[in-house]
């Protein structure tokens, strides 16, 4: 007997469960880090927990802090600098100090580390251990394969995932590779098992998903990758509408685009990570940020929210008092909500 429980319940209000009033909140970053909250910022990088309590801070320097979270895991960087610091829930376990400036960082859910290092003629991309040794550095050139867009790490750690961009003629080319660092990819030329191009396709944005799928965000719809040693093409689902963003994690692929109708100006398609379509709305919110956190898709500007739950039924929607800079799922029915005064943790009701 099959039961299937629908979560019909929506909220009218919150109610405001703790707050933090001494936050520096300007150049402070809150991400959820496997029930924790994962805080950063150009002082230094610490783990609080829900109460916002802190669990463990380590301080450092950095100019304009940019970060990866992936389960217990975490990764911060300084881009442009040259300095990235690996860590878990308990404490930092590895620290680097790049040869270039940092583009850009990845990790995998067993804390295995890619990051993007450019020096104006050349790029690289770096492969760390959890502790901060380096595994491989792969120099990439433009014009083969390419200038490096965005990377992505296998749960396992073995298998490297870049897009590359370059010019063919007029024509934007994309390829994306991956990189096998086991030993199915000993006896491959640098270490690529597998590569696809793209002609007259941007791809700016790649990642893994769980049960050894990959996904890559085309100007013109996704593609997705399967396989944990040498990953194949899946599905590629193409709109014809231009793509206004994206949203994704393990279990949903959203597009959204105009559609043209002044009522509701925007359609959101979602996708299981099959590439089929689960759901189709159209909606009228005049949001800046969209993102999935926690299983709800959170849609908000500088003073209003809205979530809903992943088949796309709205759960709470309303303006907040404050300016919001951030908002996040962070357990069941609690959300941290990043204010210009300081960050509450709230629950709806």
Not at 288 to 312: A, E, F, H, P
């Given at each position: 007997l099959a039961f299937v429980f629908v979560e019909k319940r929506s909220y009218h209000s919150y109610k405001v469960l703790n707050t933090s009033e001494q936050e520096d909140v300007v150049s402070t970053q809150y991400v959820e880090m496997d029930g924790d909250i994962l805080r950063y910022s150009p002082d230094g990088v610490s783990v609080v927990d829900a109460s916002m309590n802190t669990v463990w801070n380590e301080t450092y320097t950095m100019q304009n802090p940019i970060a990866d979270v992936n389960g217990s895991r975490a990764v911060v960087a300084d881009s442009e600098g040259t300095?990235?610091?690996?860590?878990?829930?308990?404490?930092?376990?590895?620290?680097?100090?790049t040869?270039?400036?940092?583009?850009?960082?990845?990790?995998?859910?067993?804390?295995?580390?890619?990051?993007?290092?450019?020096?104006?003629?050349?790029?690289?991309?770096?492969?760390?251990?959890?502790d901060g040794s380096l595994v491989a550095e792969n120099l990439t050139k433009i014009d083969d394969p390419g200038y490096p867009l965005d990377v992505a790490v296998a749960d396992n750690g073995n298998i490297m995932m870049v897009a590359y961009q370059y010019v063919d003629g007029s024509e934007t080319t994309s390829y994306v590779a991956f990189y096998n660092?086991?030993?199915?990819?000993?006896?491959?030329?640098?270490?690529?098992?597998?590569?696809?191009?793209?002609?007259?396709?941007?791809?700016?944005?790649?990642?893994?998903l769980n049960g050894g799928k990959s996904l890559a965000v085309r100007d013109d719809g996704f593609t997705l990758y399967k396989g944990s040693q040498i990953p194949k093409e899946k599905e590629t689902v193409k709109v014809d509408k231009e793509i206004v963003s994206t949203f994704y994690d393990d279990d949903i692929i959203g597009l959204v685009f105009k559609n043209g109708n002044k009522e509701k100006p925007y359609t959101m398609r979602v996708?299981?990570?099959?590439?089929?379509?689960?759901?189709?709305?159209?909606?009228?919110?005049?949001?800046?940020?969209?993102?999935?956190?926690?299983?709800?898709?959170?849609?908000?500007?500088?003073?209003?929210?809205?979530?809903?739950?992943?088949?796309?039924?709205?759960?709470?929607?309303?303006?907040?008092?404050?300016?919001?800079?951030?908002?996040?799922?962070?357990?069941?029915?609690?959300?941290?909500?990043?204010?210009?005064?300081?960050?509450?943790?709230?629950?709806?009701?």
């Open positions: 300095s990235l610091y690996i860590c878990d829930k308990k404490g930092v376990t590895g620290t680097v100090t040869s270039y400036s940092i583009v850009k960082v990845r990790i995998a859910a067993n804390g295995m580390v890619a990051a993007i290092l450019d020096n104006d003629e050349n790029t690289w991309i770096n492969f760390y251990n959890p660092f086991g030993d199915v990819g000993q006896s491959e030329d640098d270490r690529i098992v597998s590569g696809y191009t793209y002609e007259g396709t941007v791809i700016p944005q790649i990642m893994y996708y299981s990570t099959d590439g089929n379509l689960k759901f189709e709305k159209d909606f009228n919110i005049p949001y800046t940020t969209i993102k999935v956190s926690d299983g709800n898709i959170l849609l908000y500007n500088s003073s209003q929210v809205c979530v809903m739950n992943s088949r796309g039924v709205e759960k709470y929607s309303g303006t907040i008092d404050g300016t919001i800079s951030d908002f996040i799922k962070i357990g069941w029915n609690r959300y941290l909500l990043v204010l210009d005064s300081g960050v509450d943790v709230i629950k709806l009701s």
